[in-house]
């Protein structure tokens, strides 16, 4: 029975122990690993929230390759895919013997495209990335998959990569005359001919619901779906499930046809007017600049003279998608323009279609531009798609899936109907490793000086520990605040989101030992730094979604309607699992021992606090500063 052999491998006498060095018998570990055997067995879906150090990476692998079925597994970031590819994976191979053929499989967008970069080559606007591209031409000759991150050194190269990468839109497929080379290609035929699949959950939504043409799909043969960082599903698929219209894309789309126009030199027209497109969409472009945010769709249109542009814009787009229909058969590139185009003006008519109320459209600012969009005010029906697309067990699982022992908040989103359900509590003993801090005396969040007050209840904490903190933000104005009013009162290296990449932010902090890291979103999650060097996590209030979101109260609008209380069944869970999350960041290892201060009184101050406070990890609360510093003195007084 393949439950029974999971749990075996992963247990004192298993393969694991004696292939893996220091390999650590976990109960939970192997109770995940033969619950998701039985899953596979019976082809169910399985939902399991396994808590920090439940070592659940071995825990889906080991049933997955012993199955002997085809698998595909996807992960929240591309960074978790190469650790899974290039580390777990070949451990676990390694130590059950199993011989599979084991591929790995991003977006096109990580790939050279081969036909792209001879068009930049030839480009006379990029003369000055000439020597840097031929660079990349060398060594797309020796590169075994094409991965721009084995050539890309810096900030030039990465300005670079829009100019020789492909998008789902302007790929030639199987028309390109560098098809039988395009590392896109070989990268999906050896997925398509594996055992094992690696991808990541933007790919997999994304291939879900393009269907790239030309190319296959992931899913087509799998027997068995492992979704880690699962609890990540329901705001991607708000993203994949959607429609959306950038003026990034308008831009590209008119530069690239007028680009094939002129290779044939006799289309003046066409160029014409894929030039009056470009010059709608730069318009659309600068009407962003004073966009704070999301904005609903109609109060974007009401801004002046909005309406006026998208009108052109819409007779631009409809202009040039007749004229690259007319000349489509002259040329694979003009072919795929008009394929392009045709498909940005449907989008364009589902934007502006007011009658159909399944959909919240706005509007928000990306880059030096925007974007109009649209999403499903139940992506539940699409993921109910993507499920049933696949007659496969089907393994959702994180750190964070339920509220206590409810999955009914995460399964509704996805659609889930009665799934099978497992929570294993972190082997980790928080009550001897950790403290929750809230103090005493604070304003309410909403309240002026309220920041100020943050400042004033975090020094203290970060001085007795040395540093060694996470100061997690639940908004970047917050986190920017925080950072300049700290800038002046520590002597510890400050690192702030938005300085550096991520990565690297991370690895200065953890290398650094008494560091001051701030951030917001992007830090709460997906950060792994054992040991000593954090040892203090702030967090400045609790996360709930940031109120007048399009998005959000369209939502809590249609939760209303239907009777229900979009406090209790959204809002809250949905702080429930981000908070949980931000404190994750502290213990992640046995000997790790840290504070979490959550400053937020509302903790303590509303009657919804003692829900969140039950569905934290069981550790003693702390109400007094000096107790708090006492704690982080002690520990700082242990690693020293």
């Not at 020094?459 to 520990?465: E, K």
């Not at 979009?566 to 960041?585: D, S, V």
């Not at 406070?613 to 708090?628: G, H, I, K, T, W």
């Amino acid at each position: 029975m393949l439950a029974e052999d999971a749990a075996a491998a992963l247990g004192p006498s298993g393969a694991l122990a004696a292939a893996v060095p220091d390999f650590q018998l976990r109960e939970g570990q192997q109770r995940m690993a033969s619950a998701i055997g039985k899953a596979i067995e019976r082809g169910e879906t399985l939902l399991v929230e396994a808590g920090t150090g439940t070592g659940k990476t071995y825990a889906y692998l080991v049933p997955a390759l012993l199955s002997g079925k085809r698998v595909v597994l996807s992960t929240g970031t591309l960074n978790l895919q190469d650790q899974l590819f290039e580390r777990d994976l070949p451990r676990v191979r390694e130590a059950l013997h199993v011989p599979l053929r084991a591929s790995l499989l991003k977006g096109r967008a990580n790939y050279l495209c081969q036909y792209r970069l001879a068009i930049a080559l030839n480009s006379p606007s990029l003369p000055s990335e000439h020597a840097r591209l031929r660079k990349m031409r060398d060594w797309a000759d020796r590169t075994a998959t094409g991965e721009l991150q084995e050539f890309v050194a810096g900030e030039a190269d990465q300005a670079l990569l829009p100019q020789v990468t492909s998008t789902a839109e302007n790929c030639l497929g199987s028309r390109c005359p560098d098809f039988d080379r395009c590392f896109v290609a070989k990268a999906r035929r050896a997925a398509l001919a594996a055992d094992l699949v690696v991808v990541n959950h933007h790919m997999l939504l994304a291939d879900f619901v393009l269907k790239n043409e030309g190319f296959g799909e992931i899913l087509p043969g799998a027997d068995v779906v492992v979704l880690d960082e699962a609890h990540l599903l329901p705001e991607l698929g708000t993203r994949f499930f959607g429609v959306r219209i950038g003026t990034r894309q308008l831009i590209d789309l008119a530069q690239d046809a007028i680009a094939e126009a002129r290779e044939l030199h006799d289309l003046p027209a066409l160029i014409a007017d894929a030039e009056q497109l470009a010059g709608s969409a730069a318009a659309l472009a600068n009407a962003f600049a004073t966009v704070p945010g999301r904005e609903m769709l109609p109060i974007f249109l009401q801004r002046s003279g909005v309406r006026d542009t998208m009108s052109a814009l819409r007779t631009g787009l409809a202009a040039v998608t007749d004229a690259l229909i007319a000349v489509a058969e002259r040329s694979p590139g003009l072919r795929t323009c008009a394929d392009r185009s045709g498909a940005l003006l449907d989008r364009f008519e589902t934007l502006l279609d007011e009658d159909d109320t399944t959909m919240v459209r706005w509007a928000e600012p990306q880059g030096r531009g925007g974007a109009l969009l649209a999403a499903p005010l139940k992506p539940a029906e699409q993921f109910q798609k993507l499920f049933g697309s696949q007659p496969a067990a089907w393994v959702l699982t994180s750190a964070t899936l339920a509220e206590g022992d409810d999955f009914s908040v995460f399964a509704g989103e996805l659609g889930l109907d009665e799934p099978s359900e497992l929570r294993l509590e972190s082997p980790y003993n928080f009550a001897e490793q950790a403290r929750l801090y809230c103090p005493t005396g604070m304003r309410e969040p909403n309240l002026a000086g309220y920041t100020d007050e943050v400042v004033a209840k975090a020094l203290p904490l970060i001085r007795a520990s040395g540093g060694g903190a996470f100061v997690l933000c639940t908004s970047h104005r917050a986190m920017q605040e925080i950072a300049e009013k700290l800038k002046p009162l520590i002597s510890y290296p400050l690192l702030v989101q938005g300085t550096a990449a991520r990565a690297t932010l991370i690895e200065r902090f953890a290398n650094a030992g008494n560091a001051v890291l701030v951030g917001t979103a992007s830090f709460w999650q997906g950060v792994d730094v054992k040991g000593p060097a954090l040892r203090l996590v702030v967090i400045d209030r609790l996360p709930f979604a940031s109120p007048g979101d399009p998005v959000l109260e369209a939502r809590l609008t249609a939760i209303r309607d239907a009777g229900g209380n979009p406090f209790g069944e959204y809002q809250l869970p949905q702080a429930i699992m981000t908070l949980r999350q931000g404190i994750g960041r502290l213990i992640r290892d046995e000997r790790d021992h840290g504070l979490i201060a959550i400053c937020d009184p509302r903790l303590h101050g509303k009657s919804y606090g003692r829900r969140i406070l039950a569905s934290l990890p069981p550790m003693p609360v702390l109400r007094d500063e000096a107790a708090a510093v006492e704690w982080l003195r002690g520990i700082l007084k242990a690693a020293a």
